[in-house]
């Protein structure tokens, strides 16, 4: 018998029609929607006359542009708030689940999903956003698509797709105290690059990542559109299942016995092949931080700063650009550059586990003056969580200032700017210039990473006050 | 929606050669809220193009005017990061119909194809011949034949196939685009999703 990869037997559970050199008529189970990259397809659906074909396949959330601040009142940004209306009235017309700003499950679309038990293992999941790629932690085909693909999902509950090629990226071993799966991907980022990753669809397998939480594979997953790749996916465990039983959308009694029998073939045959396959060592791993303007200028925060050896003429002035940019030396050392702000939040970073770790790690202590700290939360369930837990107080105690859930300060898009030249280090997943507001500076690291920097001020790796705390018990 | 046929494209080109330019760059996300597909092309690069005051600055590329054309010429892994279309309706909006490059980011590449501005990759050498040329000589001119799948250096007669599916390139010989494809399989897809 053919050995097959999860992702081809996912892939191909999915095909309702192969074009000959041609693209595959794809079926996708879950579609996730928000208001930025929706109304343009909602638009031209009806202008085509249109219907969507099984509105209940589609759940929506307002995310991307929503203020973090008094989201009981109207919005005060006209063109958002647009945006926002525009969403609720086409979910109403058309028969859309939303879950709209103030109600119990708002929040970001990668958080919800999941939160929901919409996420479950085998499915094709897309979404008009890139790091769609998140729910690829369930075992799932899960990407982002443009507005044109929304509109076909709309319409006809499918896309057209060409298979994309398969890697597996294999870790192995113990990760080091203070290193977190944050740390893994900008790793593994910093080793293929930026673009290492198209064409391919990747698995994350070995046992560091079968180690991890579910929380902490959606870290990874979700940025595996940072190397480039349409998604990244993890097989379906006990893990994966412990985290989904008894969510408000997972299966329940036998119907749930039957699901789980199904998840646990979920699995690559022994004996499949890959096109590209990568190993590494989780003990190599340390805490990581990016220096440039791309998510592949990552080093450990102990590192300096690659020069320009052996880079060519086009290379050595994208570099230098970015470097300019990023007002950094080739070089330099990491640690000790001051910062100005942190941001812990978005689809990467915005889930109660992180919240938790940075609590865990600023109790008792003072943010430095220098800085301003903005934490912001994934979902309501996720603040709702933090203030049950006590974690809300320990965070305002600590000096941060906790916000109302939404993409906020990841991608810029409301009022959660970062000012220009200003340093952030941020749990997001990119830098690229301008991203957390025009002029910003964003240096991604994990949320260990970003608790070390808040009590300092300047770039620290969490291990250094990890062996503090050590030492004075 | 329906767009322009593309054929064969003779254009000048616009020059662009820094690498990992991602679709934050092409259009920043500040611009993306609108809820009509309408004036992308005035912030395309908005950034990159204009100063804080909004007032153009000269070294960039666009506001070059010795540079102009429907072929953006770009550097390696062009388009990578967000998945907005935003991004191809801005190049697209500006002006652009066809974007070359020796490396494309993937869902970048997809929406491209989508809404009828067609990429077209080349080898490594041949991009950096094509730069040299242009910066040598701002009006030389690229034809781009997507019948015969050529691009050529009208000046030297240099010319390179790139790969494109025959699908798509009949959706974007014709100005079609998938919707229309996929409905016509409406009773495969229901028949499909019963099953689910």
């Excluded at chain 1, 031209?44 to 396949?57: D, I, Q, T, W």
């Excluded at chain 1, 039983?245 to 749930?256: A, I, L, R, V």
């Excluded at chain 1, 992180?354 to 979902?379: C, M, Y």
């Excluded at chain 2, 500006?94 to 809404?115: E, M, P, Q, T």
Aim: proline residues 4%.
């Amino acid at each position: 018998m053919e050995k097959k990869s999860l992702f081809d037997k996912i892939w191909d559970a999915h095909v309702i029609q192969s074009i000959p050199s041609g693209p595959d008529v794809f079926f996708i189970d879950k579609h996730f929607i928000h208001e930025v990259t929706s109304p343009v397809a909602f638009l031209n659906l009806e202008k085509r006359g249109n219907k969507v074909m099984f509105p209940e396949r589609t759940i929506a959330t307002p995310d991307h542009n929503v203020p973090t601040v008094d989201q009981d009142k109207t919005i005060k940004d006209q063109l958002s708030r647009m945006q926002v209306e525009k969403l609720r009235e086409n979910c109403k017309k058309h028969g859309i689940d939303l879950h709209d700003l103030g109600t119990d499950h708002h929040g970001i679309v990668h958080v919800i999903g999941p939160e929901l038990g919409i996420t479950q293992p085998g499915m094709t999941i897309v979404c008009g956003d890139s790091h769609t790629s998140t729910h690829g932690a369930f075992g799932t085909i899960a990407f982002g698509i443009g507005t044109s693909e929304v509109e076909m999902v709309f319409a006809t509950q499918c896309i057209m797709q060409a298979k994309p090629k398969k890697m597996r990226i294999t870790i192995d071993g113990e990760l080091g105290k203070g290193v977190t799966s944050k740390d893994i991907i900008l790793y593994i980022i910093a080793q293929i690059s930026a673009s290492g990753g198209t064409g391919y669809f990747i698995e994350y397998a070995g046992s560091a990542i079968r180690s991890l939480s579910m929380e902490a594979r959606m870290t990874i997953c979700n940025m595996s559109i940072e190397m480039g790749a349409r998604g990244g996916l993890i097989a379906p465990d006990e893990t994966t299942f412990e985290y989904l039983k008894g969510k408000q959308y997972s299966p329940k009694g036998e119907e749930w016995d039957k699901a789980v029998a199904h998840w646990k073939t979920l699995q690559t045959d022994e004996g499949a092949t890959f096109d590209v396959e990568y190993h590494y060592d989780a003990a190599d791993i340390e805490p990581m931080i990016t220096y440039g303007t791309n998510p592949g200028m990552g080093v450990k925060v102990r590192g300096n700063i690659p020069t320009t050896d052996g880079m060519n003429e086009s290379e050595n002035k994208s570099y230098i650009k970015s470097l300019d940019y990023m007002g950094f030396q080739p070089g330099e050392a990491m640690e000790g550059k001051k910062i100005d702000y942190v941001f812990v939040g978005s689809c990467t970073n915005g889930r109660i586990e992180d919240l938790r770790s940075v609590a865990e790690f600023v109790k008792g202590k003072q943010k430095a003056d220098n800085i301003t700290a903005w934490i912001v939360p994934g979902s309501r369930e996720v603040e709702k969580m933090a203030i049950e837990e006590g974690i809300v107080q320990i965070l305002e105690d600590a000096g941060f200032k906790l916000r109302q859930p939404g993409c906020s300060a990841c991608l810029a898009m409301n009022d959660d700017k970062i000012p220009s030249g200003k340093y952030a280090v941020s749990t997001s997943n990119r830098n690229f210039e301008g991203r957390q507001g025009p002029g910003s500076r964003t240096l991604l690291a994990s949320p260990l990473t970003v608790a070390a920097v808040a009590i300092t001020g300047m770039i620290t790796d969490p291990r250094d006050i990890i062996e503090e705390l050590v030492q004075e018990k | 929606m329906a767009y322009d046929k593309f054929d064969v494209l003779t254009s000048r080109v616009v020059p662009l050669s820094s690498e990992n330019v991602d679709t934050d760059q092409i259009i920043p996300a500040r611009f993306l809220k609108a809820t009509e597909r309408k004036g992308f092309g005035d912030n395309l690069f908005r950034d990159w193009r204009y100063d804080k005051e909004g007032n153009p600055k000269p070294d960039f590329v666009l506001n070059d005017p010795t540079y102009s054309g429907k072929i953006l010429l770009a550097g390696k892994n062009f388009g990578s990061g967000s998945s907005r279309e935003h991004a191809v309706w801005a190049i697209y909006d500006y002006g652009f119909r066809c974007v070359v490059s020796s490396f494309f980011a993937d869902i970048f590449k997809n929406n491209c194809l989508n809404i009828g501005v067609l990429p077209v990759t080349i080898s490594p050498e041949f991009a950096e011949e094509l730069f040299t040329a242009v910066e040598a000589n701002p009006e030389a001119e690229i034809e781009v034949d997507i019948n015969k799948q050529t691009i050529t250096l009208l000046s030297t007669g240099k010319s390179e196939s790139f790969d494109i599916n025959s699908y798509k390139k009949q959706n974007m010989k014709n100005g079609f685009d998938d919707i229309d494809y996929l409905l016509n399989l409406k009773e495969e897809i229901v028949a499909f999703e019963a099953k689910r």
